[in-house]
């Protein structure tokens, strides 16, 4: 039997009415739907006044697949996504080791990864089970962290950015830069971004780092608030090691933190090292949009006058 996984945002109240339609879709089209023993337990401590009592049954009748577990398992076919790119990343941590594609079906605000809008639901959810999507893959940071002894002492991923930044709010952290394994800068800042493409319309947008089409194949290295004459954001290419370092004269921590979501103390001789990862993460798109329509809609830019050769939807 096919199986899709269903990750929804359990704060939202309009997320979960989505996710009780998604589910009667999913049994009517005689396929199992999956979700988190995690997301599951969340949604049944809710009251009626957020989740839908059949939205409940739906988790204790058996009519759908508990998976106690951190990751989905590898017979998943598709997973949807109910509620912002927050929602999304996490439903992508889940499924990235079994490369399992996902769709999101936007509820927050911008919203850059989720494709569609939850008032197409029904839609959506058809060419979904029809297979009617295209496969776009996301690259994704491989982020190594090293002692004062330069030995590795962990590993993380990160699909939008990883950055290094200070964790007591009155003091600046001191880094020096390193890439491609030469010395580029050093100075005093408030941290560090480390960003894909797809980050580069999130943390590293608003820090000032350039948009990047998400076909590039690169790193964006976006420094915070810096005390440098030369704090430019910096492009680099796909082959490029980038390596932060916390100089030995740093008298307070830093923190590293993965999509604004995992963190790791970082202290004084400690190295942080980034690079483009071998593997990618895939999203399901209904719809080949250029991504400059895309930048348009989210943020809402002007387009008045042009008169360019391309078709006139604005």
């Known amino acids: ?16 009415q989505a996710a009780l339609s998604v589910l009667e879709e999913l049994r009517l089209r005689g396929v199992r739907g999956v979700i988190m023993q995690q997301q599951s337990q969340e949604i049944l401590a809710l009251g ?13 009748s ?6 106690d577990a951190d990751a989905a398992p590898g017979d998943i076919e598709l997973g949807i996504v109910l509620g912002g790119d927050g929602t999304i990343l996490r439903a ?35 060419r979904l089970l029809d297979g009617d999507y295209e496969i776009e893959e996301r690259s994704t940071l491989e982020i190594t962290v090293l002692d004062a002894d330069d030995e590795p002492v962990a590993h993380h991923w990160a699909l939008n950015e990883a950055s290094l930044e200070k964790a007591d709010r009155q003091r600046m952290i001191n880094v020096a830069i390193e890439i491609d394994g030469r010395p580029v800068s050093s100075f005093g800042c408030d ?12 943390y590293a ?30 492009v680099l290419g796909r082959s490029s090691v980038v390596a932060v370092e916390m100089t030995l004269d740093n008298r307070e921590e830093g923190e590293l933190t993965l999509d604004g979501r995992r963190t790791e103390s970082i202290r004084a001789g400690m190295r942080i090292e980034a690079r483009l990862s071998p593997n990618s993460v895939t999203l399901a798109r209904l719809a080949p949009t250029p991504f400059a329509d ?12 042009w008169r360019g050769r391309g078709p006139r939807t604005r």
Do not use: C
């Open 191 to 202: 941290g560090v971004l480390m960003s894909t493409p797809t980050g580069s319309t999130a």
């Open 205 to 234: 947008f608003s820090a000032g780092g350039p948009v990047v089409w998400p076909e590039v194949d690169a790193i964006v290295l976006v420094p915070l608030a810096a005390h440098a004459l030369f704090a430019r954001p910096l």
């Open 62 to 67: 058996g009519a759908v697949d508990i998976i």
């Open 92 to 126: 992508l941590e889940a499924v990235r080791d079994v490369d399992v594609p996902v769709h999101g079906v936007n509820l927050g605000h911008v919203g850059f990864l989720a494709e569609s809008e939850v008032e197409d639901l029904s839609i959506t959810v058809a």
């Open 1 to 16: 039997m096919r199986r899709f996984l269903l990750y929804v945002h359990t704060g939202r109240a309009a997320a979960l």
């Open 294 to 305: 895309r930048l348009v809609e989210k943020f809402q830019l002007p387009v008045v006058g």
């Open 48 to 60: 009626p006044d957020l989740a839908p009592p059949r939205l409940q049954s739906f988790l204790t």
